[in-house]
Nanobody, 122 residues
Framework: QVQLVESGGDLVQAGGSLRLSCTASGSIFRVYTMAWYRQAPGKQRELVAGITRAETTNYADSVKGRFTIARDNAKNTVYLQMNVLKTEEKGVYYC????????????????WGQGTQVTVSS
């Protein structure tokens, strides 16, 4: 039962900040790249930020300088610190991870969390 669970979504005013968390659990040997995606109503899911196990990061151009992704490998957890939030950045934020399960050594699977709602008011 490998799964990702997100938390931290909330209602926030434009210009405010929020921190999201995502933890992988289950029979996992190792978690590789982790990432955050956003899906607004009626729109395609898009990459917000990603981070490798070695903590190399990448961001969507629209969030550079305002968002920060970080991880704790010992806890299999990834965070997304979002600052100066804009109304257009509302939506469901999904956690994504590439994992190597203990039951299937030397294989990699991509899993998704259920998402956490972020609402940004004007």
């Amino acid at each position: 039962q490998v799964q990702l669970v997100e938390s931290g979504g909330d209602l926030v005013q434009a210009g405010g900040s929020l921190r999201l968390s995502c933890t992988a659990s289950g029979s996992i040997f190792r978690v590789y790249t982790m990432a955050w995606y956003r899906q607004a109503p009626g729109k395609q899911r898009e990459l917000v930020a990603g981070i490798t196990r070695a903590e190399t990061t990448n961001y969507a151009d629209s969030v550079k300088g305002r968002f920060t992704i970080a991880r704790d490998n010992a806890k299999n957890t990834v965070y997304l610190q979002m600052n100066v939030l804009k109304t257009e950045e509302k939506g469901v934020y999904y956690c994504n991870a590439d994992i190597e399960p203990r039951s299937e050594a030397r294989t990699t699977k991509t899993i998704w969390g259920q998402g956490t709602q972020v609402t940004v008011s004007s």
